[in-house]
């Protein structure tokens, strides 16, 4: 996308108070919305402001979003002449100070537990407004009508106020939550010469603005999460990143709690297990470490989430307004918080990520007894249970489910999405994983993973005695799974019929540029996404060729040497292979490559306008860069009976080291699209060329996201280069 960040203004001293309460800024453009940071020791807030012009497919909007109670204040606007496209918003900064926004804290000097904070700004309207529709409400509501269709809850919005004041001309929105105890508001004064902020009688939630230019203050008194700042997300010998990358580093900052990490901005503004832990794995070198540190905010959240009773980790949680609304639904009158359980791929980072700070790094180990010795407190079923016995269950929980497999090698003992569900793992949208029941990166990568980590933390003492046959018995299970699930999810094509694969897919996705046939010179080889559970033995691969390779290449140092060479070289021929054949494009690398499936529906299912389809994620860049490097550093510093047999075969190694480069290359090319989460490509002047993702569907992705930051860290290896 065609995301820019700019201005970016860092511990700007805005008020007197400034020495106490450094504030960090950051605006990001991203017509036609504009996106404006900021954060001190008051609030976190982010402020969008949409004004679409004549794309009547948006509506002018002003939303203000807070990772506190992963809340937030939408206001919908149309133009009072009715005229599509006439309306335009935009924020104006402070003559004053400056900046377009200032922190509150309206009970400052008055001693109270939940003090009533947020942000104040100007917002100018070009013509005369109506504001038709205020949602103020859990950011999951506000989902629900930006992209549900127009979606609204009854019951929110009835408890939706307006009045008149406090001023002369000015009106205040407000609504109590659920809870009895916050509220939210919003109010408008006008600035200068414009009209008064008009209530238009007998219409709820109507206020009419004419030209010109009011004030505005969004705010609410929930308690307020405490941010890592740029200097305390980094580790101390990081800190240079602050000046390098002031935009990241701020995003970063603006995404890090001290109980937790939230996944992106606006619509994702909290705790994602999966999203957290391949943050910190990919960022591990530059997080700050120690007990008020990133790392382990991130691990105690994962902690505090998991369901103690079969040990699966808590893939989104539910808090706040929207806890007491999904209570309600059950009839139970309390802001209790919840988790959604239903991923299968969220538990095995647990330990991997546990592993690599509590046993792989001095302060870590050190932590180590205090921290599991900590009690949760955060979820009403795990109050009083030891991070130690929570970290267990989750380790209980995996050795369970991958004992039949390590027993017994079908398919039917692989891993499958749980029953009822569609999802599971990364490529969690409809059309994902394409039907498919047993995904490829859970089965072949995160369960021995998980497994290997399991099998080092036994050993490291942090299980009960109860546990030591992990020791080994975690390590045997591990080996099983490395070495014996890959062929299940193997595909291979010999070239003449790849090439009629691929002609054919050329005409069933009418896609403009060359075939690039003339690339395929023997069998086209790749796992494939996933299998469909559903057909038992006949073990039907969904043949979609993918950058999922990353999982195993990050995380596992395999030794079966004929299987090890045969993936790196079917997957540095399918980085190095030209889209359609491969997964490179100018656009970079695409995570998706239906061209083998040999039907339209693959055509149609993997789309450039289909969230996981011939699409390009930021972080999984990332992690095949990370995973290339892992394989290949294997070859510099093993001992000469650890060392890989691909290291010494030249022609293979070669490869993969040019894979390696090409994919930094491609990386490199188009550095200025890495913070978003996915982009889409588009064709011209023959080439595919890079375009934001909301080209091909009506759908925000958030204009800042904790794993796409990861190149932070992530950089080349220049010893490689050729
Ligand atoms: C919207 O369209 C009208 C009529 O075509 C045009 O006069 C106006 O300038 C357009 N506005 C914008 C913001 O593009
Ligand atoms: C909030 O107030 C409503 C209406 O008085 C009441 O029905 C509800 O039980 C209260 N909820 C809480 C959590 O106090
Ligand atoms: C936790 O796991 C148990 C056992 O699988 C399940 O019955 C329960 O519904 C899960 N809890 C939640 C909140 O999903
Ligand atoms: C280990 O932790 C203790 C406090 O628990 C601290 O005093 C000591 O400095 C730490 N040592 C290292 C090497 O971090
Ligand atoms: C393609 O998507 C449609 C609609 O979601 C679905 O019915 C069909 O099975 C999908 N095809 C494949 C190959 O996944
Ligand atoms: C999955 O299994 C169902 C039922 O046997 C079958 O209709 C469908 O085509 C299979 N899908 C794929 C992608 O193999
Ligand atoms: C290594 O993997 C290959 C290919 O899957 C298999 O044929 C072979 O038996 C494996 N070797 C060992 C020692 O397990
Ligand atoms: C292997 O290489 C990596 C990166 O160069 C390094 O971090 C690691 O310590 C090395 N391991 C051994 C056993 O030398
Ligand atoms: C938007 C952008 O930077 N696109 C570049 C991505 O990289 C290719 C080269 O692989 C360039 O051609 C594009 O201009």
Same mark, same amino acid.
């Given at each position: ?52 012009? !004549? ?25 009072? !002449? ?11 900064? $402070? ?31 070009? @013509? ?119 935009? =990241? ?77 999904? !209570? ?18 969220? $538990? ?39 991070? =130690? ?23 039917? !003992? ?8 569609? $999802? ?54 591990? =080996? ?53 559970? @559903? ?48 997964? +490179? ?64 075969? +030249? ?49 925000? +992705?958030?204009?800042? =996201? ?17």
């Amino acid at each position: 996308m065609a995301l820019r960040l700019i201005a970016v203004l860092l511990g700007t001293a805005v008020l007197s108070t400034a020495a106490d309460c450094p504030s960090s800024t950051l605006h990001v453009s991203e017509p036609p919305y504009e996106n404006y940071f900021l954060s001190d020791c008051r609030t976190s807030s982010h402020v969008i402001v949409t004004s679409p012009g !004549n794309d009547s497919e948006k509506q002018p909007r002003l939303l203000v979003v807070w990772p506190s109670g992963n809340t937030g204040i939408a206001a919908y606007f149309t133009p009072e !002449n009715g005229v599509d496209g006439s309306l335009g918003i935009n924020l104006e900064s $402070s003559t004053t100070t400056g900046q377009v926004l200032e922190s509150l804290d309206l009970d400052s000097g008055t001693v109270t537990d939940h003090p009533r904070v947020g942000v104040a700004g100007l917002v100018h309207f070009d @013509s005369p407004a109506i504001l038709t529709l205020p949602i103020l409400a859990d950011i999951r509501a506000i989902r629900d009508y930006s992209e549900g269709g127009g979606n609204l809850h009854p019951e929110i919005q009835n408890q939706v106020q307006e009045v008149a004041g406090p001023t002369e001309g000015s009106a205040t929105i407000y609504r109590t939550w659920f809870d009895n105890k916050t509220t939210s508001w919003l109010d408008f004064a006008p600035s200068g010469s414009a009209d008064a902020v008009r209530i238009i009688p007998g219409d709820k939630y109507t206020v009419r603005f004419g030209q010109g230019t009011y004030s505005f203050r969004a705010t609410n008194n929930y308690p307020q999460l405490s941010q890592l700042s740029p200097q305390k997300v980094l580790s101390p010998a990081s800190s240079s990143l602050i000046a390098q990358n002031a935009d =990241q580093t701020t995003a970063l900052s603006f995404l890090s709690y001290t109980n937790k990490l939230v996944a992106g901005s606006w619509r994702f503004l909290t705790y994602f297990g999966r999203d957290s832990m391949i943050s910190v794995l990919l960022m591990q070198s530059i997080l700050s470490e120690d007990q008020d540190g990133a790392i382990e905010a991130a691990i105690s959240a994962v902690l505090e989430r998991v369901n103690k009773t079969d040990g699966t980790v808590c893939h989104e949680e539910w808090i706040a307004d929207w806890a007491s609304w999904t !209570n309600l639904q059950t009839g139970i009158d309390s802001d209790a918080p919840g988790c959604d359980y239903h991923m299968i791929d969220t $538990s095995y980072y647990l330990p991997i990520l546990v592993q690599k700070y509590f046993l792989d790094t001095s302060i870590g180990k050190n932590r180590s007894s205090d921290f599991f010795n900590e009690k949760a407190s955060f979820l009403q079923g795990n109050v009083g249970l030891s991070y =130690q016995s929570l970290l267990e269950t989750v380790a209980e929980g995996i050795m369970r489910t991958s004992a039949p497999f390590a027993g017994s090698q079908t398919v039917e !003992n692989l891993i499958h999405l749980k029953d009822g569900t569609s $999802s599971g793992e990364w490529r969690d949208s409809s059309n994902g994983l394409g039907g498919g029941r047993i995904p490829y990166d859970v089965n072949t990568a995160l369960v021995p993973a998980g497994l290997r980590a399991i099998s080092a933390l036994a050993k490291g003492g942090l299980f009960s005695d109860a546990h030591n046959d992990w020791k080994t018995l975690a390590d045997e299970y591990a =080996q099983v799974w490395e070495d014996k699930t890959l062929d299940f999810f193997k595909v291979n094509i010999p070239a003449a019929e790849a090439r009629d694969l691929v002609n054919e897919y050329k005409s069933q996705s009418a896609f403009p540029g060359s075939a690039q046939t003339d690339k395929i010179t023997g069998d086209v080889t790749f796992y494939g996404l996933a299998l469909n559970g @559903s057909v038992g033995t006949d073990q039907p691969i969904v043949k979609v060729m993918n950058t999922d390779d990353c999982f195993r290449l990050f995380l596992l140092d395999t030794t079966n040497q004929t299987q090890l060479s045969a993936f790196l070289q079917q997957n540095a021929n399918n980085i190095l292979a030209p889209f359609p054949v491969g997964l +490179s494009s100018e656009a970079s690398l695409l995570v998706s490559n239906p061209a083998y499936g040999g039907s339209q529906a693959y055509a149609d299912n993997w789309s450039n306008s289909q969230y996981h389809g011939t699409v390009i994620w930021s972080w999984q860049l990332a992690m095949m860069a990370a995973g290339l490097q892992r394989q290949l550093d294997r070859c510099k510093n093993s001992t000469a009976d650890t060392k890989p047999d691909f290291c010494d075969d +030249s022609k293979l190694y070669n490869t993969v080291v040019a894979a390696y480069n090409h994919l930094w290359d491609l990386i490199d090319a188009n550095r200025s699209q890495l913070s978003g989460e996915v982009w889409s490509w588009k064709y011209a002047d023959g080439e595919m060329q890079a375009v934001p993702y909301n080209t091909y569907v009506d759908l925000e +992705s958030d204009v800042i =996201q904790l794993w796409s930051l990861t190149f932070l860290a992530i950089t080349r290896d220049q010893s490689y280069s050729q």
